[in-house]
């Protein structure tokens, strides 16, 4: 077999794999318009524009960088375009901020200037370095746009707003050797102190499509070493994106350990953003800090079947330890799901999702997710339902709140599941499918129910977050499927002529690791015109949808609690409350 051959038999591996999977057909590399990346923005459409998610005023934004909490500020960097509403001139813009609700937006800290970065300031961490402050680690890109890892420091450390920062000569630090692919060499994560007096810092790459996460040491922060081996790597999965790596506690479910604790009762989170697909999978494991090796358990697989942070709309999602708080909190960005021509017309594109804390289940099995305790801030109106029984075909409307830009917190009384189907074992590692096959529409025994938001009366447009439980004959437990179903979502006409260029409305969806012994299971929803996030029981199963409504809009949306089964529901508790805005200080220039 040729080369030719061997690429061609690979090629047709990724395609056949991508559509088992339900993968959105995109590009695996950031599309560059040339024609619209410095297309200026003459007016800004705020029809699907959030109210209390972070969203520069105009323009396009992705990957959180270098989130870190210093001098009693808040900070969070992204990637963002000055000139445009689609990808391209990236810089880093930078925002401050003292209770991560309420931001100042400041000038971009970084943007390509010198001959080490002058084809591309991407993305990176910081670093807080006794003696030195914050430093800024970064994926650089020169002239022949080979990827490459710099630094930034602070011109002044003393300054809480950190608002200038300086690139020194000696950069880069690090760069491809002639074993590593040079266009896949990218995304450093914040660096940990070991006792051997050595930083660390991972990177991602890939090699022969095996994900990579190589590993650098550095006893100055200035001059970094490429370990003999990757920390971790796994074959078929591809360019590993924005890794991410911390420990968690396997005895305090309550707090977030910072990246430098040692102790016996860990495990390690591995996370990677795969390029190949656009989501994002995490493992939990050991860490050997002496063999510089992770190795996954094996309660979860280890590739695109893994366990996700998010299983909607989310990517290149960054943690970092917050020492005001003792928490870990964790940024991702949500893109949009229009076409490029919807973008340029609103004048922005993407946005962050809600800050959430990170821990561990206690279960030692998978993480748990939780929106920051700082957004209940900005609560309003409140409306209260208690012990109403939904049957089969009943919808209730939720009143009294601002639908459209909400946030709804129920706890679902199912009882009986005898009524329960039978769950397919082939849909095991395939929610996505289950969901599209059996969406909230279709009548189940116990299930679907949940809600329907941002919906019309007549239900022309509205997207369903629901629940389905199954009888799992191999296991003898429930399965629980929790899907957010975009293909209802809006009336809008896709606008391109061919598959890529039109709107995604897929079935998001995830299994819930939930035995509901009591009956009981929760969901919460973050309801912000175009983006509604998802918690399933307190965030073990967590669902970002981007969705584009043109009559479910702002005062005519509305809400409902649903049941589309056979067997009777209880709302046992819904408590749902307006969304005020945060306070916008200014754009810094934006």
Known sequence: ??????????????????????????????????????????????????????????????????????????????????????WG?????????????????????????????????????????????PVILYTSLNQNKTQMQSYAIPQDPSDPYLRKWIKPDDNPIAVPDWTMNGSEFRDPTTAWFSKDGHWRTLVGSVRKHRGIAYIYRSRDFKHWVKAKHPVHSKERTGMWECPDFFPVSLTDFNNGLDLDYVGPNTKHVLKVSLDLTRYEYYTLGKYDSKKDRYVPDGDSPDGWDGLRFDYGNFYASKTFFDYKKNRRI??????????????????????????????????????????????????????????????????????????????????????????AETFDPSFTFKPFDLCKLKGSNVTGGVGPFGLITLATPDLEEYTPVFFRVFKDTSTHKPKVLMCSDARPSTLKQDQGPSPKEKMYKPSFAGFVDVDLSD????????????????????????????????????????????????????????????????????????
């Open 1 to 86: 077999m040729g080369v030719s051959d061997v690429v061609t038999v690979l090629l047709l591996l990724v395609l056949i794999n991508l559509s088992n999977h339900n993968i959105k057909g995109i590009d695996a590399f950031h599309r560059i318009y040339e024609k619209l990346q410095s297309q200026s923005v003459e007016s800004v459409n705020h029809l699907h524009r959030t109210g209390f998610h972070f969203q520069p005023p105009k323009h396009w934004i992705n990957d959180p960088n270098g989130p870190v909490y210093y001098k009693g500020f808040y900070h969070l960097f992204y990637q963002y375009n000055p000139q445009g509403a689609v």
């Open 89 to 133: 001139n990236i810089v880093w813009a930078h925002s401050v901020s003292k209770d991560l609700v309420n931001w100042e937006a400041l000038e971009p800290a970084i943007y390509p200037s010198k001959w080490f970065d002058i084809g591309g300031t991407w993305s990176g961490s910081i670093t807080i370095v006794p003696g030195k402050g």
């Open 330 to 419: 964790l940024w991702g960005w949500a893109n949009e799901s229009d076409t490029v021509d919807d973008d340029r017309l609103k004048g922005w594109a993407g946005l962050q999702v809600i800050p959430r804390t990170v821990l561990l289940d206690s279960s030692k099995k998978q993480l748990v997710f939780w929106p920051i305790e700082e957004i209940e801030s900005l609560r309003s109106n409140y409306v209260r339902m208690n012990n109403h029984d939904i049957k089969m075909g009943q919808r209730l409307e939720v009143k009294g709140i601002t639908p459209a830009k909400a946030d709804v917190e129920v706890t679902f009384y199912v009882g009986s599941l005898e009524k």
């Open 519 to 590: 009956g009981r299971i929760s969901l919460r929803s973050l309801i912000d015109h175009s983006v509604v996030e998802n918690f399933g029981a307190l965030g073990k199963t967590v669902i970002t949808s981007r969705v584009y409504p043109v009559k479910a809009v702002k005062e005519n949306a509305h809400l409902y609690v649903f049941n589309n089964g056979t067997q009777t529901v209880n709302v046992e508790s819904l408590n749902a409350w307006s969304m005020d805005s945060p306070s916008q200080m200014n754009d810094g220039g934006l």
